[in-house]
């Protein structure tokens, strides 16, 4: 069965630049929702996209954006990247505006040196 | 808000041995409540879930959780552990009108042969 795919899998940056991770639900999947895991930590909810609205916002800073398009794709925009925004990235998709259940992608892991 | 609480942030069993990891949350609502489990370097991966109905939930690889109200628990277990259970696993909740998952701490399962 198809699963959330994530890319980059693995992104090194300085600090003060810029990345742009994406994240393509499953299909038919019209629900993604982004998560940082920063080390030895649980993941924090940052955003949801429902229909390409932001549906949701949780712990996500200013110099992060994210969008969802037409594609029901998903970006994170971040920007001025800080030793701190070092972590795991997940991405996660459902179907509605249900319980049902998040599937998660395998991440994209970003450091920054 | 919403919360969750791990008790014991390492857990080791021997394996063959009975598997009880604890979760207690925090609701002012019927909450929807999750395990999910992470592999060294992997996503989350849906053990199970609690949404309504019976309290006694079934999940994949043997694992199950009950959940209880009145104790404001949903421990999960697993009758036999097996070397490939190691892993992080992580209590989630869900609700309050939002869709997000607020995650606990993780707990460390070792397995020893």
């Known amino acids: 069965a198809a699963g959330v795919i994530q890319s980059p899998r693995h992104l090194i940056k300085e600090k003060r630049e810029t990345a742009t991770l994406k994240c393509y639900p499953i299909p038919r999947h019209d629900t993604v929702y982004w998560y940082q895991q920063g080390p030895g930590q649980d993941p924090q909810f940052l955003i949801s996209?429902?229909?390409?609205?932001?549906?949701d916002k949780g712990s996500i800073p200013d110099r992060f954006s994210a969008q969802q398009f037409s594609d029901y794709h998903s970006e994170l925009n971040m920007s001025s990247l800080e030793l701190g925004d070092s972590a795991l990235y997940f991405c996660?998709?459902?179907?509605?505006?249900?319980?049902?259940?998040?599937?998660f992608g395998p991440g994209t892991r970003l450091l920054v040196l | 808000a919403q919360s969750v609480t791990q008790l014991g942030s390492h857990v080791s069993v021997s394996e063959g041995a009975l598997v009880l990891l604890r979760c207690n949350y925090s609701?002012?609502?019927?909450?929807?409540l999750f395990w999910y489990v992470q592999y060294p370097n992997q996503g989350l991966q849906l053990l199970l879930k609690y949404t309504t109905g019976a309290t006694l939930v079934k999940g994949i690889n043997g694992f199950e959780a009950e959940f209880k109200k009145s104790e404001t628990s949903f421990h999960l277990t697993k009758p036999s552990a097996h070397m490939s259970d190691a892993a992080e696993y992580f209590c989630?909740?869900?609700?309050?009108?939002?869709?997000?998952?607020?995650f606990g701490s993780g707990t460390r399962l070792q397995v020893q042969p």
């Open positions: 996660a998709s459902s179907t509605g505006q249900g319980w049902e259940t998040q599937y």
């Open positions: 996209f429902y229909e390409k609205m932001q549906s």
């Open positions: 989630a909740v869900s609700g309050e009108g939002r869709r997000a998952l607020t």
């Open positions: 609701s002012s609502v019927p909450p929807y």
